[in-house]
């Protein structure tokens, strides 16, 4: 593959807080106001420990704190922090980030994702991912799309590679996060595999392609 080609110079622009509107989900900037009660009772108890376990922030056993996090999130412009509104039941039931915007090299990584049991697993949550990558291609103009996870969240790196994400390697000792040491999975979307991983995310989350019972009939990694 040749390495050494002509580029457009351009930078690319700045992710604002805007809407993404989809057919499951909307985006929205992240607001404690209007999405801080949802994620708080979405998060909270012994049963949902597990969602905290490969993320830097959490888990917040009293609410002032978790407060406090969700404030300083909505407040950030690096990461960049969006909810994940259920366009059914118009409750916030997960969040996402663009984070380490470079936009000189036109490169941008999505991040910091955190879904709630109500949202895993779904259509949503696909669509969240393909709305996400499909304004930083198309609107913003990178190059180069990043999905970063501790190398030992397999979770994770199932949804990467799912997604359309290149493994690219595990960065050794990379961090240090909430005192233990985290190897990190690197994996990437380049703009010239966008079209095709936009058409076969499309495909997948056609309600065509559902019976109706909610059962997809064919998997994304099909088309």
Known sequence: MQSDFPVDAAPAKRPERTILEGRYVTLAPLDPGLHGEDLWEATQGEQNDALWRYVTDGPFPQRDGFD????GMAASEDPLYFAIVGRATLRAAGRASYMRIDTRHR???V???LYTPALQRTRGATEAMYLMARHAFEDLGYRRYEWKCNALNEASRRAALRLGFTFEGIFRQ?????????????????DSEWPRRKEALERWLDPENFLPSGEQKRRL???
């Open 68 to 71: 406090r996090a969700l404030a």
């Open 107 to 109: 490169v941008i990584e």
């Open 111 to 113: 991040g910091s994702i």
């Open 174 to 190: 990379h961090q240090i996060v909430k005192g233990r040491n985290r190897d990190t999975a690197w994996f990437s979307m380049l």
């Open 221 to 223: 990694g099909d088309f």
